[in-house]
């Protein structure tokens, strides 16, 4: 049972270091997607919400009123919503504070890039047209069974893929976040190939990235790597660490596969790029 509360909030924008983004908003602390291999427990450094990830929401009740405030001062720029949670968990589905911030953000010159794993997405679709706004959804893989594994909340890797198509055809730009690719998981030349149709499909560009072992991502995902591959956990921090040799040859396949379907892509974090 997920607990769910609510809290205020002292600011909606926060300044951000992000590629591409002036800001970040986030309407919620706490993700009920609960994806094991989120990293965002360790960015807040939070044991509550560390030790209870997925189960544990926090609304900021405010964060319309505050924004609202903001847009009238703050200097126009990128907004990415969100950061460290997801903007279209299932509570948005009744509070509507994403949908009532970008709004504002849209109506008071700001751009919105959003990014999610729900095809709740799709509610506020009459509100995000081109230019002002682009739409990027994170596919692990392709395969239900996996994703349901990794991502137990969050919509089916096709409802994702369906989302990126649908704002295609409406001209906005869109862009698949494949990862985190976890090395013998999800790494696969029959998973790369299928997220590359996806994005040629949907003419998005695909951003990737590999799996990020901050602190308590092994932990959370031993379980299921254990019941996958048995003994996978233990070798993990060698295969998955920057720059490995398993890293080098996945990024290969994927600017391969990239190149033969003429999809653009590019890696989330440049200096790990080796092709
Ligand atoms: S949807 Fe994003 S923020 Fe939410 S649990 Fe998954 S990775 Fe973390």
């Known amino acids: 049972m997920t607990e769910y509360s609510f809290v205020q909030c002292k600011t909606a924008l926060s300044l951000s270091k992000l590629p591409g983004l002036k800001y970040t908003l986030n309407p919620y602390v706490g993700c009920e997607h609960g994806c094991l291999y989120c990293y965002s427990p360790a960015v807040m450094r939070n044991a509550e919400m560390a030790e209870k990830w997925g189960k544990l929401v926090r609304a900021k009740d405010n964060i319309v009123d505050v924004l609202k405030e903001e847009v009238k001062k703050k200097r126009r720029g990128t907004v990415g919503v969100s950061t460290i949670s997801d903007p279209y968990q299932p509570l948005e589905k009744q509070l509507e504070l994403t949908l009532r911030c970008i709004g504002l953000l849209s109506a008071n010159g700001f751009d919105v890039s959003i990014h999610t794993k729900s095809d709740l997405v799709l509610r506020d679709s009459f509100l995000i047209n081109p230019p002002g706004f682009d739409v990027g959804v994170t596919i692990t893989t392709a395969d239900e069974y996996l994703a349901g594994k990794l991502e137990p909340k969050a919509s089916k890797p096709d409802a994702r893929a369906s989302v990126l198509e649908n704002f295609s055809t409406k001209k906005v730009e869109t862009w698949i976040f494949f990862g985190p690719i976890i090395p013998e998981i999800t790494d696969s030349e029959e998973n790369i190939i299928k997220v590359v149709r996806m994005a040629d499909r949907s003419k998005s560009r695909i951003i990737y990235d590999k799996l990020?072992?901050?602190?308590?991502v092994l932990e959370r995902m031993k379980p299921m790597l254990e019941l996958e591959k048995p003994g996978l956990t233990k070798?993990?921090?060698d295969l998955a660490r920057a720059k490995s040799r398993w890293w080098r040859r996945t990024v290969s396949k994927i600017e391969s596969?990239?190149?033969?379907?003429?999809?653009?892509?590019?890696?989330?974090?440049?200096?790990?790029?080796f092709a």
């Open 235 to 237: 070798r993990m921090p």
């Open 212 to 216: 990020n072992l901050r602190e308590g």
């Open 257 to 273: 596969a990239c190149k033969t379907f003429n999809v653009k892509c590019e890696p989330a974090f440049p200096e790990m790029n």
